[in-house]
């Protein structure tokens, strides 16, 4: 039994995580305890949204949740939170994860004007974790950093259905683990191709109707960005992150590679979708032009120092409209070839054509409508296969280039 939450707090509050990671074990006891007895102190005022399990492209069932509490509480102050999460199937031992987060304060232009006492409000944070088939007992346990807490448990049911029972599932049943973020695995090792691909991320939710990037929006990005990458041996690669609601790109680098890899999860984990500038409500138009700069640029380089292929992945879009053809000019020619991922959510919307579906079949290039992590198995394989067909196409090209460059530069023979 313990009077009042403050230790809880000093768990994690020491250090900085991303999401939801594994405690050290001598904290996680400590987690085991509170939960285990009793908590006695102020309560927070919170409700949790639990989300519906999904098999994501790493073959893993992903769980999530949502937080939501009153920002009244907090008096309009700086806040801190964290977060603990108990996982237990009875099959493996409990899983202990932790969490800090920041309620940020009122800002002062703002605060004498709001009375905080009515402030309708919310802070809001969400949380997901990846597991096996079975029943798993969830309690999540808040603190901040008066000490206040809030408890919640509840039980998810995991099981696969329909064509996910055919998938190979990458964990065991009963077992779960943090989602955090996922391990780099590298480039795989194969032939030097001697080409360059770029992946062009589209950092957008799975839900079209959410305000900002969830945990589990995070995690679906990586992990399929990460299996995406295991398929394309002997290529590298330049990576590019954009959101199309800010309209800007939020990550880039050539020659991605581990460092990289991070920093894009910190990017991902730093983007909040609900802050939209005032000036981009008003050019709505600026989606579509970054979307053409992003392929046109593409398009200009392409040759012996551009990329080999143009790759969007991501999930399907709430923009439906076409981009102008005269804002493509660059990439009519299929040179170099774009290809889309084009995920379509298990959240519901119809299975219908986004801008960027549109933006690649101006381009003459090639849509894979994924639907389940079968479908992102095929479309791998199919992008490979077109790859390899355009390698060989353009081999004769560059050794007829090649010959032609030697032959001018012998000298001029002279008659007998």
């Not at 994690?12 to 006891?29: H, N």
């Not at 987690?31 to 102020?42: R, T, W």
């Not at 609900?274 to 981009?280: D, E, L, P």
Request: charged share 20%; glycine share 8%.
């Amino acid at each position: 039994m313990y009077r009042n939450a403050s230790f809880l707090f000093l768990v994690l509050s020491a250090g900085s995580l991303w999401a939801q990671w594994p405690l050290r074990q001598a904290d996680a006891e400590k987690v085991n305890q509170a939960l285990d007895g009793e908590i006695k102190g102020d309560e927070l005022s919170c409700d949790v949204r639990v989300m519906k399990p999904f098999l994501d492209f790493a073959f893993r069932f992903e769980t999530g949740f949502i937080v939501t509490c009153p920002m009244k509480q907090f008096n309009g102050k700086e806040t801190s939170i964290v977060s603990y999460l108990r996982i237990r199937s009875g099959v493996t031992a409990p899983v202990v994860l932790g969490d800090i987060l920041r309620v940020p304060a009122v800002p002062a232009q703002f605060s004498s004007r709001i009375e905080m006492a009515r402030f309708k409000g919310s802070a809001e944070f969400s949380g997901v974790f990846v597991a096996g088939e079975g029943n798993y007992n969830v309690e999540l346990l808040v603190v901040d950093d008066r000490q206040r807490h809030f408890i919640k448990r509840w039980v998810t049911k995991i099981a696969a259905h329909g064509s996910e029972s055919k998938a190979p599932l990458a964990l065991k049943p009963g077992l779960a683990v943090s989602a955090g973020v996922p391990p780099w695995r590298g480039l795989p090792e194969g032939k030097d191709t001697g080409s360059r691909v770029t992946i062009l991320l589209n950092v957008a939710p799975l839900d079209y109707r959410a305000l900002r990037l969830r945990a589990w929006d995070r995690t679906f990005l990586l992990d399929s960005l990460t299996s995406l990458l295991q398929h394309l041996p002997g290529a590298s690669i330049r990576l590019v992150a954009f959101n199309l609601d800010q309209q800007k790109q939020i990550f880039e680098q050539e020659n991605f590679d581990r460092f990289g890899f991070r920093k894009l999860a910190q990017a991902l984990y730093d983007l909040e979708l609900g802050t939209v500038s005032y000036r981009n409500l008003q050019h709505p138009g600026g989606a579509f032009e970054l979307l053409s700069r992003l392929v046109n640029q593409e398009a200009a380089h392409s040759g012996k120092d551009g990329s080999s292929a143009v790759l969007f992945l991501g999930p399907n879009l709430h923009m439906e409209a076409k981009i102008p053809r005269e804002m493509l000019s660059g990439c009519e020619g299929g040179n170099p070839p774009v290809f889309y991922f084009d995920y379509y959510p298990h959240y519901g919307g119809g299975d219908f054509p986004d801008s960027i579906h549109h933006l690649t079949k101006a381009c003459n290039g090639t849509v894979f409508k994924l639907h389940s992590p079968a479908d992102f198995g095929s479309a791998i394989s199919n992008l490979q296969k077109k790859l390899q067909q355009s390698r060989e196409q353009t081999a004769p090209d560059r050794a007829v280039s090649a010959n032609s460059a030697t032959r001018s530069s012998e000298p001029p023979q002279t008659p007998d």
